[in-house]
C-alpha cells in the first residue's frame, strides 16, 4: 500500500502536527479551559478538511462542540463511522511532570505530554491516515464517518442527545474506536469488554458545627467515624464482595469457557503487582486479577475528606464527613438502578445519631461486551495480525467508554475498540506518554482495516 510510504515520509511533519494538538489545552472539566477546548475543536476541523473530508462541522452543544465530517461517498462500500475525543484529564498534579504538561516532550521515541495517548494521539493516527488516503488515491476505499467529542472525560453528557439527533446522519455499518491499550508493544490485543461505571457522593452530617473534642467528645458521634463505619458496611474487607443488597442480581457471569479463555492471555500477578507499587494484590475473592478488572464490578472510594488536615493538632469533633464513591459496573447492572440501591443502603444503614445525605453524580455509563466474530472484527484481527505480526489476544479493559454502550442502543452497531496505547502510558495521571512505535503501527493498522473493509 502507498499510503503506507505516504505516512513514513510525512511523519516530521506529523509528530509536529500532533506536538501542536497536545499543545492545547483541552481540559473539559474546567470552565476556565472552554476557549482551548474550543481551539482543539477547531484543530480537529482543520485537520479534516485537509484531509479531503467534506460536510466537516463543528456542533455547538449545551457544553464542548462535537466534530464530524464525512468521507466523498464510495458507492456499494461500507460505511464505518469513528469515534475519538479531543478533551483530556486535568494535568494536576502539576510539581509531579518532568516536563510541562502542556509543551510535548520527545524522550526517547515517547511523547510526554496530558492527552498524548489518552485520546488526541489515536484520534491523530485516524487524521493522517485519511489524509494519506486522501493525498494517495484522492479518497478513502471505505466511507468514513467521524464524530470527535470534547466531553468524553466529564461523561459525555450532551452526545447521548446528539447521537439520538443525528442518528440517520451517523447511520452506519460498524463504529471504530481507538482509546484503549494492547497488552503490549509485541503483545498487541483488541478489546471486546468495557466496564460501565455509575457514582454517587455521600455527606455525614452530625451536630450542627465542628465542637469541642473535650468538651464534647464521648457524648456526640463523629461523623468521619460513622462513614468510615458505613464504608466498611458496603464491601467486606475480607473477601472484597460489595454488600449493598441487589448489587450483584445482574451482573452477567462468566462462562467456563469465557474464565479459560482469559487465563490464556499472558499475564503475571507479580509483574502486575510491581508495577503497582503496592505491598500485596488485593481484590474479590474466587477471582484472577484479569477477571477482577475485566469482568467483576467493583466499589471504589475515590476520596474522603473532612475535619481538620492542618498541621499540628486540632482537637476538634468535626460536624461533618464526605466521601466520593464510584462502582465500575459489568453487563447487565443499570448504572441507574446500582447508583439507587447504594443510596438506599446508605441511608438505610446510617444509625440515628446522624443525618446521611447522598447525591447521585451525572457520570454514568453502561458495560460492555463486544462479539469477537463478527466479520468487520475478522478485518481488524487481520490488520493487527499483518502489522504486529502476530494474532491479537482479545481483552476485557477496567475503563470505561460511556458512549460505546449507546452505540449499540441508538445506531444499533457494534463497535471494534481498536486501542494503541500501552499499559504503562500514565492516562490521566501525571507524565502520561503516547509511544511513537505504537503511533507507526497505529497508522498501518488503520490503513490495512480500512483498505480491507473495502473488500470484505
Ligand atoms: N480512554 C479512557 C477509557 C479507558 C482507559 C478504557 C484505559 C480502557 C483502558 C477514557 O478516556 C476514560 O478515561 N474514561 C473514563 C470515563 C469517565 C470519566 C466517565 C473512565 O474510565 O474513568
Ligand atoms: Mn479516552
Ligand atoms: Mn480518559
Known amino acids: 500500500m502507498q499510503e503506507l510510504d505516504y505516512l513514513e515520509s510525512n511523519r516530521d511533519r506529523h509528530i509536529e502536527e500532533l506536538r501542536a494538538f497536545l499543545s492545547i489545552p483541552s481540559v473539559s472539566t474546567r470552565s476556565e479551559h472552554a476557549g482551548d477546548v474550543q481551539a482543539a475543536a477547531d484543530f480537529v476541523v482543520q485537520q479534516l478538511r485537509a484531509a479531503g473530508l467534506e460536510a466537516v462541522e463543528k456542533h455547538s452543544t449545551p ?29 494536576e498534579p502539576l510539581e509531579l511532570w518532568k516536563t510541562p504538561p502542556f509543551v510535548p516532550d520527545l524522550r526517547d521515541g515517547k ?21 494519506a488516503f486522501h493525498q494517495v488515491r484522492g479518497g478513502c476505499p471505505v466511507n468514513v464517518k467521524v464524530l470527535i467529542e470534547g466531553e468524553e472525560e466529564i461523561g459525555s453528557p450532551n452526545l447521548v442527545p446528539f447521537l439520538k439527533a443525528h442518528k440517520k446522519e451517523l447511520a452506519c ?70 454488600l449493598i443488597p441487589g448489587f450483584y442480581d445482574d451482573v452477567r457471569r ?8 482469559l487465563a490464556e492471555a499472558p499475564h503475571d500477578d507479580e509483574k502486575f503487582r510491581s508495577a503497582t507499587g503496592a505491598p500485596a494484590l488485593f481484590g474479590e475473592k474466587g477471582f484472577s486479577t484479569i477477571e477482577r478488572i475485566g469482568a467483576r464490578p467493583t466499589f471504589e472510594v475515590n476520596g474522603i475528606w473532612g475535619g481538620y488536615m492542618g498541621e499540628g493538632l486540632k482537637t476538634v469533633l468535626p460536624s ?26 446508605l441511608k438505610e444503614i446510617a444509625p440515628p445519631h446522624v443525618n446521611v445525605t447522598v447525591t447521585r453524580e451525572r457520570n454514568q455509563g453502561d458495560a460492555i461486551w463486544v462479539d469477537a466474530d463478527f466479520p468487520a472484527m475478522q478485518v481488524a484481527r487481520d490488520a493487527v495480525r499483518k502489522v504486529f505480526g502476530t494474532a491479537p489476544h ?63
Do not use: W
Open 173 to 242: 455499518d460498524v463504529v471504530l474506536v481507538s482509546d484503549t491499550h494492547m497488552m503490549g508493544y509485541d503483545t498487541p490485543s483488541i478489546t471486546v469488554g468495557l466496564r460501565g461505571l455509575t457514582s454517587v457522593e455521600v455527606t455525614v452530617q452530625g451536630a450542627s458545627g465542628d465542637l469541642h473534642s473535650g468538651t464534647y467528645g464521648g457524648s456526640v458521634a463523629n461523623p468521619i467515624q460513622v462513614l468510615c463505619e458505613m464504608l466498611v458496611a458496603c464491601k467486606n474487607p475480607r473477601t472484597g464482595k460489595i
Open 254 to 261: 462468566l462462562s467456563a469457557q469465557d474464565r479459560r479463555k
Open 111 to 131: 511523547l510526554y505530554a496530558r492527552g498524548a495517548a489518552d485520546d488526541k494521539g489515536q484520534v491523530f493516527i485516524y487524521l493522517k491516515v485519511l489524509e
Open 63 to 91: 457544553g464542548h462542540p462535537v466534530v464530524t465530517g464525512h468521507t466523498k461517498p464510495v458507492a456499494g462500500a461500507p460505511t464505518v463511522l469513528i469515534y475519538g475525543h479531543y478533551d483530556v484529564q486535568p494535568a
Open 320 to 345: 461533618q464527613a464526605h466521601a466520593k464513591i464510584s462502582m465500575r459496573l459489568v453487563p447487565d447492572q443499570d448504572p441507574q438502578s446500582i447508583a439507587k440501591a447504594t443510596e438506599a443502603f
Open 394 to 456: 482479545l481483552t476485557l479493559e477496567g475503563g470505561s467508554i460511556p458512549i460505546v454502550a449507546n452505540f449499540k442502543k441508538v445506531l444499533r452497531r457494534d463497535t471494534i475498540l481498536l486501542g494503541f496505547g500501552l499499559p504503562d502510558d500514565r492516562l490521566h495521571a501525571p507524565n502520561e506518554k503516547f509511544d511513537l512505535r505504537m503511533l507507526d503501527r497505529g497508522m498501518k493498522t488503520v490503513a490495512h482495516l480500512l483498505n480491507d473493509l473495502a473488500t470484505a
